[in-house]
């Protein structure tokens, strides 16, 4: 693994070959780098080579090193929300991706009109169905999507999965499709702006984008294995 830089080339190419492939507009994907477990300076460095989306798992870590980190970056949070971190992640972010329940939702719209601020949004879907997955069965995202019009501060802008880990980045493609197709008919029934599809990490970006990904969340291929041990996608 070479140096960040380096790495987020990399990861560039493989973006504009997997949209070159699928047809699709290169800047239809846009790339947050999952910063998680690596300090500021990795940020840092990521932010000089031209990296500006950036992605965090956990509130407590982000509240830390945000301020570290350049101005004019923008944070996402990719895990879970508790109702208790609604305050400080509505200050801290600019997206959630990991909504996935009306009352935390509602804690965080409440919160960002408290701070001030508007934030957009994701629902984190359980497509696979999938016990140890976080996300909301997909029976249950209809009644998160019906607050949308209730909302002050948050706009939901589409959704996000994290597919079961497996080897073969294959066995993720049915799932990112499944992604899609709810999306479609959600979007069809509920009248939503949709646009915005959360799925696709290092090792199945490339799946992800051919079908459909708009954000890809991607932290190995960029800065490197992380050090913390079981750190991983379901962690709080
Ligand atoms: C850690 C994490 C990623 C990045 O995973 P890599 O395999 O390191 O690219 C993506 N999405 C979520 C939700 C994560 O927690």
Do not use: Y
Request: net charge neutral; hydrophobic share 45%; with cysteine.
């Amino acid at each position: 693994m070479g140096g960040i830089a380096e790495n987020l080339e990399t990861v560039r190419a493989r973006i504009a070959a997997a949209c070159a492939r699928a047809g699709r507009a290169p800047e239809s994907v846009r790339l947050l780098a999952v910063s998680k477990t690596h300090g500021p300076e990795a940020v840092r460095a990521a932010a000089a080579a031209g990296q500006r989306l950036f992605g965090e798992n956990r509130v407590q870590e982000a509240a830390a090193k945000i301020p570290e980190c350049p101005g004019q970056l923008e944070w996402h949070l990719i895990g879970p929300l508790q109702s208790n971190k609604a305050a400080q992640a509505a200050r801290l972010f600019d997206w959630v991706h990991s909504v996935d329940s009306a009352k935390r939702l509602e804690a965080l719209d409440r919160q960002a009109a408290d701070a001030g601020r508007h934030l957009r949004a994701r629902v984190q879907v359980n497509v696979s169905g999938e016990r140890s997955k976080s996300g909301l069965a997909p029976e249950a995202v209809l009644e998160v999507l019906a607050l949308a019009d209730r909302l002050r501060n948050v706009q939901i802008c589409g959704l996000m999965t994290i597919p079961p880990l497996a080897e073969d980045p294959e066995t993720a493609r049915p799932h990112f499709r499944k992604l899609r197709e709810l999306r479609d008919a959600w979007a069809a029934e509920t009248g939503l702006d949709l646009t915005e599809l959360s799925m696709g990490m290092t090792h199945d970006l490339d799946v992800a984008i051919a079908e459909g990904a708009t954000f890809v969340r991607v932290g190995t291929g960029i800065f490197g294995t992380r050090a913390r041990p079981a750190e991983g996608a379901e962690e709080t």
